[in-house]
C-alpha cells in the first residue's frame, strides 16, 4: 500500500465495502475530534479503472470531513490514504474488518507475535493492518500493560470491554503501581476499593450497563500526581515525549532568536524537497511551530 494526498472530491463511496451502520452519537464524536486534531488515520481507497478512488475503508471519517467542508471549504483539501489495487478491494476490505473485529488486547497480542516470533518490522504490520505508526505504538504499549500484570493488566481488561478508551495505553504506563490503584480508587471507583470497582464495572460492562470514560478524563486523571506514583527514569521522559503529555500546558511563547536558523532551514528543506508526504507534513508542522 502506498500512503498519498488525495482531494475528498476523487473519493467515491460503494454501499459494498460500507459497514452498516453506526450510532449517531458515535458519528458526532469522530467529527468533532477530526474537526480539532485532523484525520490521525489514514483511511484506505482502491485506484478505480475510470479515475479516482473507492473508498474500501474511511466511510465514516470521509463522512465527517464532507460535512466539516460543507461549513468551511477550504478545510481538508486533500486527506492521507493508503492506495491499493482496485482488484483487490474486497481483500483489503476483509482484511480490515478483521483487524477493526478484534479486542484492543488481541491486537496487541497479534502485534507483538508477529514482531517477536516472526521478525515482522511495526512499521511493516502498520502498513498492513493499515494505520498510523503512532497507533501501532499504542498497541505495544496495551502489551507492557498486560506484561506488568494486576491492575495494569485489568486496564486492558476495562478497554476491552470499552470503559476505558485503549487509545492512550501510556497514561497508565507511566503509573507505578500504587498510582493506579489511587487513580481507580479516587477517580474512578469513587472511594470504593479498585479490584472491586474494576470487577464491577466489568461485569457491568458485558451486561449492556457500562459507563464510558472519555479519554480526556484519563489522562487529566492520570496526571499531576505527586511524584511517588509514576515510574522514575528515561522510560517516562520518553513517553511524555513520544505521546506529548504536556497538551494541555500552556504553551511557551518563542522568539526566533530561540531556534537556530539551521534548523528552520533544513525543516524548509524538508518541506519542499521530501519526496515522502509525511515528512513533508511533520516537517511543515514543526516549522511553523518553531517560527
Excluded: C
Amino acid at each position: 500500500m502506498k500512503l498519498k494526498q488525495v482531494s475528498p472530491d476523487l473519493l467515491s463511496l460503494s454501499p459494498e465495502l460500507s459497514r452498516s451502520g453506526s450510532a449517531k452519537a458515535f458519528e458526532e464524536r469522530l467529527r468533532s475530534s477530526i474537526d480539532e486534531i485532523g484525520l490521525a488515520e489514514p483511511i484506505k481507497v482502491a485506484s478505480m479503472p475510470s479515475g479516482g478512488y473507492l473508498v474500501i475503508d474511511g466511510t465514516l471519517r470521509l463522512r465527517a470531513i464532507r460535512a466539516i467542508r460543507k461549513k468551511s471549504p477550504e478545510r481538508f483539501p486533500t486527506v492521507p490514504a493508503y492506495v491499493v489495487d482496485y482488484d483487490r478491494r474486497y481483500e483489503i476490505r476483509f482484511q480490515s474488518d478483521i483487524y477493526q473485529d478484534l479486542l484492543p488486547s488481541q491486537l496487541a497480542a497479534l502485534v507483538e507475535h508477529l514482531h517477536v516470533t516472526e521478525s515482522v518490522m511495526k512499521s511493516d504490520i502498520a502498513r498492513y493492518i493499515g494505520v498510523s505508526p503512532a497507533t501501532l505504538r499504542n498497541y505495544t504499549g496495551l502489551w507492557r500493560l498486560l506484561q506488568r500484570g494486576g491492575l495494569f493488566a485489568s486496564i486492558v481488561t476495562l478497554m476491552d470491554v470499552d470503559v476505558i478508551p485503549a487509545s492512550n495505553p501510556y497514561a497508565w504506563l507511566r503509573l507505578t503501581p500504587a498510582g493506579v490503584e489511587k487513580v481507580l480508587r479516587e477517580s474512578f471507583a469513587e472511594g470504593e476499593g479498585a479490584d472491586a470497582w474494576v470487577r464491577d464495572a466489568i461485569a457491568s460492562a458485558r451486561q449492556g450497563n457500562s459507563i464510558r470514560f472519555p479519554i480526556k478524563y484519563v489522562e487529566a486523571m492520570t496526571d499531576g500526581l505527586p511524584p511517588e506514583y509514576y515510574r522514575v527514569g528515561q522510560e517516562v521522559r520518553a513517553v511524555k515525549r513520544d505521546l506529548g503529555l504536556r497538551r494541555g500546558s500552556k504553551k511557551i511563547e518563542r522568539s526566533s532568536s530561540t531556534t537556530p536558523q539551521r534548523t528552520l532551514d533544513n525543516l524548509n528543506s524538508v518541506r519542499n524537497l521530501s519526496t515522502s508526504v509525511v515528512l513533508r507534513s511533520a516537517a511543515g508542522s514543526l516549522q511553523e511551530y518553531l517560527q
